[in-house]
């Protein structure tokens, strides 16, 4: 008696509008009649990995040994077929030392602005007291 199957399905979570979760899986049992099992698997990072199987025995032992997950499994021992490019990150740029010359004066005149206006809090306080001292005596 000859066993085939064919099975390909996918895995989708969206939240709120964003895609969260999008796996997909392909799995052939005997094509051919080979006695071979075939997986492919594509995750939402843009991986894809394929495997083959010599027997179903295998197979079963290693789809049990992962948490009964296509995914993991083809994860764990795959062979990654496709991988994604990773983003290509623009080098921050410096700013001119010009830029931290004119920062540095300007926290200068803000810290003297309020020197300044503290001496000038202290003595109209000092008035104000000389004024009613004036006034008691």
Same mark, same amino acid.
């Given at each position: *008696? ?22 997909? !899986?392909? #799995? ?7 006695? #071979?099992?075939?997986? !492919? ?7 894809? !990995?394929?495997?083959e199987f ?5 197979? *079963? ?8 997950? #296509?995914? +993991? ?16 990150? +623009?080098?921050?740029?410096? +700013?001119?030392?010009?830029? !931290? ?8 005149k803000k810290?003297? +602005? ?5 001496k000038q ?14 006034? #008691?005596?």
């Open positions: *008696m000859v066993f085939k199957m064919f099975s390909t399905g996918s895995h989708t979570r969206k939240m709120n509008g964003k895609l969260i979760k999008d796996d997909k !899986y392909n #799995l052939r049992v005997n094509p051919n009649n080979k006695e #071979l099992e075939n997986i !492919y698997t594509k995750q939402k990072d843009g991986n894809g !990995y394929n495997n010599n027997n179903q025995e295998d197979f *079963m032992r290693k789809f049990l040994a992962n948490e009964r997950s #296509l995914f +993991k499994m083809n994860k764990n021992i795959g062979q990654q077929t496709k991988k994604r490019k990773p983003k290509k990150q +623009k080098p921050k740029k410096q +700013k001119p030392n010009s830029f !931290y010359k004119t920062r540095f004066k300007q926290l200068q810290q003297q +602005k309020q020197q300044k206006k503290q809090q202290t003595e109209k306080i000092k008035r104000q007291f000389k004024y009613l001292q004036r006034s #008691l005596s």
